[in-house]
């Protein structure tokens, strides 16, 4: 008798980005504004990512969906682009079982979504994006390099309303009511953002079974 796949989640682990040049205060700012972007997500999707801050930093939340993997790499990194703190985060997803969610925060949560999270957060180099684990093949890991590769361009206008765009069901016209702005220069940011390239990629991910086994895996 075949012995049925445990459920899998995406673990995000990621830490900012010459942190070392920020101000204390900054730092504080960058992390109030991811854990302000998951708790966003958390509403919209119906989950408890419990946020948790790493060695000043670093920080860590976990997603009950990996379907929404692409989703909340993209949303959280253009709320920080949306901060104009001039500060970003690499991101580490991490796609597999999860053994433990610890007891009051990710601290003490255990399972092979965050070992391979937090490996490879560990041997990024120069990466900004990456995604490893359970269902990981060729096709994802080059879609996270393509998506890095756009999203690093982002300015804080663009950021900002991609992350409007992103939850709940904001038309251009709200996007454009919201920020005080034209529905033709919320338009002309998305557009030139790259915004709807990302259509094809985000609904792989959303419909993709990761129990399924890649041609590659990177685990």
Known sequence: MTKPQPPLFAVLTGDLVASRKASLATIDRAMEVLQSATDSLAKSENFNPRFTRFRGDGWQILLKNPNLVLDAVLYL??????????????????????????????????????????????????????????????????????????????????AEAITLMFLGDMTQKDVADRLGVTRQAIQLRLASAGFSAFDEALRSFRNHDFHLKPERNDD
């Open 77 to 158: 990194h253009a709320s920080l682009r949306a901060s104009k703190l001039e500060i970003d985060s690499r991101i580490s997803a991490g796609i597999g079982s999860v053994d433990s969610v610890g007891t009051q925060d990710l601290s003490d949560a255990t399972g092979a979504a965050f070992f391979v999270s937090g490996d490879h957060l560990d041997h990024a180099k120069k990466r900004r994006f990456l995604i490893a684990g359970w269902g990981i093949g060729g096709w994802q890991n080059a879609v996270f390099q393509l998506a890095e590769e756009i999203a690093l361009g982002w300015s804080p206008a663009q």
